[in-house]
């Protein structure tokens, strides 16, 4: 029997991204993926700004720009009611705003990443089953011999065989919806730049642009329409049902493509981790497609993860998964809250002159939410968000004066980060191995870099905690421990 550390069920992108960043750090991976190639259609196709730093860290920024489409706004257009716009450029990172790419092109992206690194990947292997032993897990596949691990992931989609034979439910609901997916080249090449939510009457429909002058539709087209899950509709249905909401040529196609049919579920896993088989991507939690919320968070998934199973490897303790499973199901449960527009596209339907402003103040608000660059609830306090523990630390500080570098991203995962402020005089030991001890007792990796940064000013959209000096930064970006003077060697302690 073969034998590896981890086994992860799926080579969707967030499969990809956990093969790549372990396969990095010398984890010997296998990738099973059931479909015998990656297919050819756009699916998911909008990366956000941590997806974007995360590229960028592992050398692909390039490709995904020249293979992509920028995206700097959600804009929505509602009958009678006029137009509002989500911007997403104003965030704090050196990547802000969206790019469209079709999901295909992602994953030869990260499939090549992997790869280099040493990842098996093969297709055409179904994952059948598993079997605890003691210290391991025995795999079965049909399509491979089977193989033991130390720990296997479930990133195998909504349907997951992984999590259908731990027996865990998802908990939540299905809208009753139908929802159609068009792919077409329109009439008139319109809102390049944004996704569009168009609002009539009838319905509503959301059309984003994708390279090769095309665009995805998508949405409830109108009201009362039902079919079937995975039914073929055929597009002049489409077409007439969509002319109904009043928007004449601008939601128009020369040409539809292919034309799919799906519905949408909004539940989370009530359970992420089971022993030694993790969950993850849409195997752990499904919600709308609004913005490719899904795509992101599943890769969110990866990045958490791939330092705890390090971690786990390390030292022997499947324990240190249980942060995962609390940390990430409730992110996807705010997620999927934010991302369900219904009540939204209501209150914008119905807006009025004395309502418009809270309106558009909710929808600065849920910029922000939908960057995911803002996980930590908590760390809210009013208009600024907290370094604090939990908080994702931003790789730019966007001041009155433009964007401040502050850390810049990575694709490391065997090490922590102390990030430390420039006012915070700390002598000469703390690169040396001062540094190592500051994590001491947490379930993160050791320290292995140490950067300095500018205090966060306190007026600000991102702000220090009082008193702080740096932070103890995970590898994930997440803030382990915020650093004050009993912390820190040098003359502060002193």
């Not at 296998?30 to 479909?35: I, Y």
């Not at 500018?454 to 103890?472: E, I, S, Y």
Request: negative net charge; aromatic residues 6%; hydrophobic residues 40%.
């Amino acid at each position: 029997m073969k034998n590896v550390d981890v086994v992860v069920a799926g080579a969707g992108p967030t499969g990809l991204v956990l093969a790549g960043l372990l396969s990095r750090a010398g984890v010997k991976v296998l990738v099973a993926e059931r479909r015998i190639s990656r297919g050819d259609r756009p699916k998911a196709v909008v990366l956000h700004a941590p997806t974007l730093e995360l590229l960028d860290s592992f050398g692909l920024l390039d490709d995904v720009i020249a293979r992509s489409i920028p995206l700097e706004r959600f804009g929505f257009h509602v009958a009678g009611a006029g137009d509002f716009s989500v911007e997403m450029t104003g965030t704090d990172s050196h990547l802000a705003g969206y790019r469209n790419l079709p999901q295909p092109v992602l994953e030869g992206l990260l499939e090549k990443y992997a790869l280099d690194y040493g990842a098996q990947i093969g297709y055409g292997v179904s994952y059948l089953s598993h079997e605890s032993t003691g210290s391991g897990i025995s795999v079965r596949f049909e399509g491979h011999e089977d193989v033991r691990c130390s720990y296997l992931i479930g990133s195998d989609g909504p349907r997951s065989a992984v999590r259908e034979s731990l027996g865990i439910a998802m908990a939540g609901r299905s809208l009753t919806t139908s929802y159609l997916l068009v792919e077409g080249v329109p009439q008139q090449l319109v809102g390049r730049d944004e996704v569009g939510v168009y609002v009539g009457a009838s319905g509503m429909v959301t059309m984003m642009p994708i390279p090769g002058d095309q665009v995805l539709m998508a949405g409830p087209v109108v009201s009362g329409l039902s079919l079937e899950r995975g039914a073929q509709v055929p597009w002049s249905q489409v077409g007439d049902a969509i002319e109904t909401l009043g928007f004449g040529s601008r939601l128009r196609l020369a040409e539809a493509v292919r034309t799919s049919h799906y519905s949408v579920d909004l539940r989370v896993a009530e359970r992420l981790v089971d022993g030694r088989v993790v969950l993850a991507g849409d195997a752990a939690h499904l919600n709308t497609p609004a913005g490719g919320q899904g795509l992101n968070l599943g890769i969110g998934d990866a990045v958490a993860l791939s330092w705890r199973i390090l971690v786990a490897l390390n030292t022997s303790d499947p324990g240190v998964l249980a942060g995962y499973d609390s940390e990430r199901r409730e992110f996807a449960a705010k997620v999927g809250q934010t991302t369900f527009l219904a009540p939204l596209i209501e209150r914008i339907r119905t807006a009025d002159d004395e309502t418009k402003p809270a309106i558009r103040n909710e929808l600065d608000e849920l910029a922000l939410s939908w960057s995911q660059l803002y996980p930590g609830q908590e760390n809210w306090h009013g208009a600024h968000y907290e370094l604090g523990v939990g908080a994702r630390v931003p790789s730019r500080l966007r001041t009155d004066a433009g964007l401040v570098p502050f850390l810049a991203p990575s694709d490391r995962v065997d090490g922590s980060t102390l990030l430390l402020f420039d006012d915070a005089d700390t002598g000469s030991t703390a690169t040396g191995g001062t540094a190592g001890a500051v994590g001491s007792g947490l379930r993160i990796p050791p320290v292995q870099a140490v950067h300095r940064a500018p205090r966060p000013a306190d007026d600000g959209r991102v702000t220090a905690p009082a008193n702080a000096r740096g932070l103890l930064v995970r590898p994930d970006r997440r803030v382990a421990g915020v650093l004050r003077d009993d912390d820190l060697p040098g003359p502060l302690s002193s």
